[in-house]
């Protein structure tokens, strides 16, 4: 039997054909050339002009926006992962473990409750953790996302699924609601203006790089983490941590509507172990793809990973991408722009 991988478990499928006509709507372009058999980050971006995008994204488009998880089937149907995937490295041991602090909010914000140890589990709204929504092809789409401490306090982490098509068009209309919950925007709606992935997912979608940031225009003059505060991050970490993955499932039995989470210790991916994935036991749906992995047992702990794919509609395991020294150098890129 063929086994699907899907981001973040998806529930659709996608044929060829639909995923060209979803693909040409994109304006999709030139694929960059992916840096083969080294570690050196190669990064792809795109600047934006979305700053006054925040209204088109009403309740009524954020409760319809169709999961991201739909864009790995695309990914994946077009079959462009060819390169040499045993040349592409991930650094998991000997390279230094880098650790940046978060970054606290100016005003006092909400806390995240304590907790509870055990797949899809319901949480308050943490204030730096929120949706991501999208444009791609004419078609709306939801994500999950975190802001990330960074130079210029105006960094969110994602999926590079939810930023770019993988290979093909960056997104358009990219916004994030940090704390969202049903409907309600209660930090308010932060436009991107520029794009970031890994050269390796933009160019190839190689499920080993499915990270994305994405930088933000200030809001009504502040910039984002002064308002919600920001992740710290590491890279080049241990593996088989214990992670607690936050995130907004959209598909069915969820309904994308509030904030959900999951807590396990990380395992290798035994079918595909070429990613260099991880996964911990979950069975988020769709639109929980970006949503960031905490090392430890709580929302303040250090984000490296983000939520990325399941196996099949009823997987029950969540893998991330490990974060190592290419997706630090995509970091490093989005979070000193200007």
């Known amino acids: 039997m063929t086994r699907t991988k899907t981001l973040a478990t998806s529930l659709l499928s996608l044929t060829t054909a639909g995923v060209l006509a979803l693909g040409s709507g994109g304006g999709a372009t030139a694929a960059p050339s992916v840096d083969r058999g080294t570690d050196a980050s190669t990064v792809s971006s795109l600047s934006t002009s979305d700053s006054n995008t925040a209204d088109y994204w009403t309740p009524e488009r954020m409760k319809n926006a169709v999961a991201g998880d739909v864009l790995a089937d695309k990914a994946l149907s077009r079959g462009?992962?060819?390169?040499?995937?045993?040349?592409?490295?991930?650094?998991s041991g000997p390279d230094r473990t880098l650790t940046i602090q978060g970054q606290k909010a100016s005003s006092a914000a909400p806390q995240s409750p304590t907790v509870d140890r055990k797949?899809?589990?319901?949480?308050?709204?943490?204030?730096?953790?929120?949706?991501?929504?999208?444009?791609?092809g004419g078609v709306n789409y939801v994500c999950s996302g975190n802001s990330v401490t960074s130079t210029n306090q105006s960094t969110v982490s994602t999926a590079g699924?939810?930023?770019?098509?993988?290979?093909?068009?960056?997104?358009?209309?990219?916004?994030?609601?940090?704390?969202?919950?049903?409907?309600?925007?209660?930090?308010?709606k932060w436009t991107a203006k520029a794009l970031y992935t890994t050269n390796q997912w933009s160019s190839s979608g190689d499920m080993q790089y499915d990270t994305g940031f994405a930088v933000m225009n200030t809001l009504n003059g502040q910039k984002l983490s002064a308002v919600v505060g920001a992740s710290g991050v590491q890279f080049n970490g241990a593996r088989g941590l214990v992670y607690k993955s936050f995130g907004y499932p959209a598909a069915p039995p969820f309904d994308g509507e509030s904030l959900k989470s999951c807590s396990g210790t990380a395992t290798d991916d035994p079918k595909d172990p070429q990613d260099n994935t991880q996964g911990i036991p979950c069975n988020m749906t769709g639109g929980s793809s970006g949503g960031p992995w905490f090392i430890g047992t709580s929302s303040g702990g250090y984000q490296n990973s983000v939520s990325s794919y399941g196996y099949g509609s009823n997987s029950t395991t969540m893998y991330g991408p490990y974060w190592g020294t290419v997706i630090h150098?995509?970091?490093?890129?989005?979070?000193?722009?200007?």
């Open 329 to 338: 150098g995509t970091y490093q890129a989005a979070s000193t722009a200007p």
């Open 119 to 136: 797949a899809n589990a319901s949480e308050s709204p943490v204030p730096h953790i929120g949706k991501v929504f999208f444009t791609l």
């Open 80 to 91: 462009q992962a060819k390169v040499d995937r045993g040349a592409l490295h991930v650094s």
């Open 161 to 188: 699924h939810c930023v770019n098509e993988g290979p093909g068009a960056f997104s358009t209309k990219f916004t994030f609601v940090p704390a969202y919950s049903n409907g309600a925007a209660p930090y308010g």
